[in-house]
């Protein structure tokens, strides 16, 4: 991994959801998945340090030890929630509660797999939230799809705290919250949830 001269996403965190038990993978953790000879989850946060992306929680909780020792060495923290088999809602409002603790503007929220999500789109969709003034939710959309890492100011982790099992926070963003920036690269909205999707 090359840090490069990527400008740190300044006063703007990131959180990484890698707690999940990927049922639908069989037996395999599909976070610990081999892209390239590195895990899947291990390529996608040298993605957002790359970024700039400085400031990165990762949540973890199914096969944690394999996620931290996949991730050691990364200037990351960890959220351990022990509460995972809830659905990914609770993962989101197990980190609120530590990036609440951060001076932050903004923070973004992604799932764990996410293998084609390139760092040019990372960082136009940073550059959208900040001008934005950091005021509202900057979501990728492909081929109108939405995607993922969606960027949320920091009033939003309060909102986001109360969230609960498999919901998100979809049904708590308004039409005039959200601002859609539509992304050419399909990274946004690819996930490995079953074999089939790795395949």
Not at 41 to 55: I, K, N, P, Q, T
Request: charged residues 20%; contains cysteine; proline residues 7%.
């Amino acid at each position: 991994m090359g840090m490069g001269m990527a400008f740190p996403f300044e006063r703007i965190a990131g959180c990484v959801l890698a707690a999940g038990a990927s049922r639908r993978m069989g037996e395999v953790n599909k976070l610990l998945l081999l892209q390239d000879g590195i895990p899947l989850v291990r390529r996608l946060v040298e993605r957002y340090l790359d970024a700039g992306a400085s400031r990165l929680l990762v949540v973890v909780g199914h096969e944690a030890e394999l996620i931290r020792a996949a991730l050691g060495d990364l200037p990351i923290l960890f959220v351990d929630h022990v509460g995972y088999n809830e659905g990914m809602g609770s993962s989101v409002a197990a980190a609120m509660p530590h990036l609440s603790a951060m001076e932050l503007e903004g923070f973004f929220v992604s799932p764990g797999d996410l293998p084609d999500l390139t760092v040019s789109a990372i960082q136009l969709l940073e550059a959208r939230f900040r001008q934005t003034s950091l005021r509202q939710v900057v979501r990728p959309v492909h081929r109108g799809l939405p995607g993922h890492p969606v960027f949320f100011p920091a009033h939003w982790i309060d909102r986001l705290s109360v969230l609960r099992g498999e919901e998100g926070a979809r049904r708590l963003i308004g039409p005039g919250d959200r601002v859609l920036v539509p992304i050419d690269n399909p990274g946004v909205i690819r996930d490995v949830d079953t074999p089939a999707d790795w395949g």
